[in-house]
């Protein structure tokens, strides 16, 4: 049973504004687009989702995007007939009356999509069953991840020959650059994007910056979150969109936020992208450029875990033996050092030809060669239903 007669509904609650909507659109964008899937995507904050997803307008109750109908997910939802395929975005539980409506088909896929992580008991969980207490269901779970055992990750048709198209084109850069306001690449600068939670040490990282005679950077910092985060370092609010402070040979650049599309092509045009959460990290991995990830804060510490896990998997990649200030970068960037030094690398990590960037590059070609999540979770959802 599959193809696009199959019908998926997809659920999202907002949690973190970007994180878990921006991965619920991708699978439902990707599933509709290159499954040829029937999907409805239920989301309960339109409005942040507005802000990733060009032309939606957070007012409509229903309304179709990318071949995607999209509905907004209220108390009073009406849902009609369920779908065959159900799918939970990381742990949202679907509404009472909508598991009613599941109790009437003969066959259904009940899937939990949960949170990426790279630790080694993700494989022995990944697709496991569990049975509703009290109802004839069960939900599977389905895990992300980094090899075949695992779920996969989010990677679209054709994104590797895209991104290594754009990437070779100096012309194409420079018409992206300009098409969005933002300035040209000057000879010999690093260009950085940053995106991050509020306990970022940006101030910091911005001071070491400023304070690197030998490199010229420029840094990228959507509207939001990242540029309300500069305000220690500048003493001042940061500015709209547009803005541009300049600092000894430190360039930082304010721009709207961009939607997925675009983001993507920022994140290959930048020689080091400073990346939060789940979305975002997994598209910067993909982008082949070096990258320092902020985990989502979590209780116990265990995002740290999830830090380490990532961390081991990315640089089991690095050329040659690998220094000591690579782990102390990320787990400063995650507030896990007392001492701010190790951002006096980032000029060594950012360098276009040096061993991160051919961490990177092995990393993404690795992982471009094997499947994707959507089409790896298109054939267990068919297989449920079987």
Not at 4 to 22: K, L
Not at 311 to 316: D, E, F, P, R
Not at 320 to 335: F, K, M, R
Not at 350 to 368: F, L, T, V, Y
Request: overall charge negative; charged content about 20%.
């Amino acid at each position: 049973m599959s193809g696009p007669r199959v019908r998926w509904d997809v659920f999202c609650r907002v949690v973190d504004n970007f994180g878990d909507i921006g991965v619920c659109w991708r699978l439902a964008r990707q599933l509709a687009q290159d499954r040829e899937r029937q999907v409805r995507l239920w989301v309960d904050d339109l409005a942040s989702f507005a802000r990733i997803a060009s032309g939606l307008d957070p007012g409509l109750a229903h309304q179709t995007r990318a071949a995607v109908e999209i509905c907004a997910w209220t108390p009073s939802s009406e849902f009609g007939e369920c779908a065959s395929v159900v799918i939970e975005g990381f742990g949202c539980t679907v509404p009472a009356d909508y598991l009613a409506l599941m109790l009437a088909r003969p066959t259904i896929a009940w899937i939990n999509l949960e949170y990426l992580s790279a630790e080694r008991w993700v494989a022995d969980f990944h697709g496991r069953g569990s049975p509703h207490p009290q109802l004839p269901l069960t939900r599977h779970f389905y895990f992300p991840g980094f090899g075949e055992l695992t779920g996969g990750l989010m990677r679209d048709a054709g994104l590797t020959e895209r991104r290594e198209a754009f990437q070779a084109d100096p012309l194409a850069r420079s018409e992206w650059w300009q098409g969005h306001g933002l300035p040209q690449a000057q000879p010999g600068e690093r260009r950085v994007s940053l995106f991050c939670y509020p306990d970022a040490p940006v101030a910091s990282l911005l001071r070491q910056l400023a304070a690197d005679r030998a490199q010229a950077f420029t840094v990228f910092v959507a509207e939001g979150v990242a540029s309300a985060a500069l305000t220690d370092w500048l003493g001042h609010a940061p500015g709209p969109p547009g803005t541009v402070h300049q600092r000894e040979a430190l360039r930082v650049v304010i721009h709207r936020f961009l939607d997925q599309d675009d983001y993507d092509h920022l994140l290959w045009a930048c020689d080091l992208n400073f990346v939060r959460g789940e979305d975002s990290l997994v598209r910067a991995l993909l982008a082949a450029r070096p990258l320092v990830w902020q985990a989502y804060p979590q209780a116990q510490a265990a995002h740290v875990v999830k830090l380490k896990a990532l961390l081991t998997g990315y640089l089991q990649y690095w050329p040659g033996a690998q220094p000591d200030w690579v782990d102390a970068l990320w787990l400063t960037w995650n507030q896990q050092c007392a001492s701010t030094t190790a951002l006096q690398h980032v000029a060594a990590y950012s360098a276009p030809d040096g061993p991160a960037a051919q961490c990177a590059r092995s990393w993404a070609k690795e992982q471009g060669q094997l499947q994707d999540l959507v089409t790896k979770l298109a054939e267990f959802a068919d297989k449920l239903l079987k």
